[in-house]
């Protein structure tokens, strides 16, 4: 089928892109709001910008009444009532229920942590704790936040990295079997990130010449 996005509903645009674009990589975000409650959620709208510097960026839906979710409150500057700063935990096989259940829509001055079983852990350098069931946690601080029609994308700059010393060799490569980081698939499925194979970048030595010449 060929279809224009723009006669399509909203849900089905939803659909066929969150069916369409994955595994997706989950933001397991920890915020603070300016009265001092830990806000957490997860976005799977997430991934990383670049490492010059280290930058990741995840994108938030409104709320159904059109205001803004909680995160997109407390990861705002400032000067926009915010606290600017944040911490992306990745999210991972052994607490992916917990990070599902953390979606729950609560009332802004309700943590998420009063319900859930997970650890703050304070951050090196931002306000908002890690979560300590993370092997790997992004302190950012938010360098832009960019709006496209519903959504709002937030960069933020990874001012602080923690990653469990067993996870890194001595060649700083991430053992991926270990992370088992968890990706999110269509509805309430997902996966898991340890069935991998390897290919080489590029031509193999044999196909180095073109074997199309062009008229
Ligand atoms: C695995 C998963 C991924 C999600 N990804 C997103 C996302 O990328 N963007 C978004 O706006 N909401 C996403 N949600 C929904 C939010 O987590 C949910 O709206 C949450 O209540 C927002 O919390 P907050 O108001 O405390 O920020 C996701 C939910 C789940 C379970």
Redesign the pocket.
């Known amino acids: 089928m060929e279809l224009d996005p723009k006669s399509l509903e909203p849900a089905t645009r939803y659909k066929l892109l969150i069916g369409s674009v994955v595994p997706r990589p989950?933001a397991f975000?920890s915020s603070l709001s300016p009265q001092g409650i830990v806000?957490?959620?997860?976005?799977?709208?997430?991934n990383a910008v670049g490492h010059s510097p280290l930058a990741l960026m995840?994108?938030?839906?409104k709320?159904p009444d059109k205001t803004d979710?909680?995160?997109?409150r407390n990861v705002r500057p400032a000067t926009e009532g915010g606290l600017g700063e944040y911490v992306i935990n990745l999210t991972v096989e052994s607490y992916i229920q917990q990070?599902?259940e953390?979606?729950?829509?609560?009332p802004f001055d309700e943590s998420?942590l009063d319900y859930l079983d997970l650890t703050p852990a304070p951050s090196q350098v931002v306000r908002p704790p890690r979560i300590a069931e993370s092997p790997v946690a992004f302190e950012c601080r938010t360098l832009q936040i960019v709006p496209v029609g519903e959504?709002n994308i937030v960069i933020g700059q990874v001012v602080h990295l923690f990653i469990q010393d067993e996870l890194v060799d001595d060649r700083d490569r991430v053992n991926t079997d270990k992370l088992a980081a968890v990706g999110?698939m269509a509805g309430h499925d997902?996966c898991y990130t340890r069935d991998c194979f390897t290919i080489p970048n590029g031509f193999p030595p044999d196909k180095k010449q073109p074997s199309k010449q062009r008229k």
């Open positions: 989950i975000v806000n957490l959620a997860p976005f799977s709208y997430f995840f994108s938030i839906s709320k979710k909680d995160t997109l990070v599902a953390a979606s729950e829509p609560l998420e959504f999110r997902y």
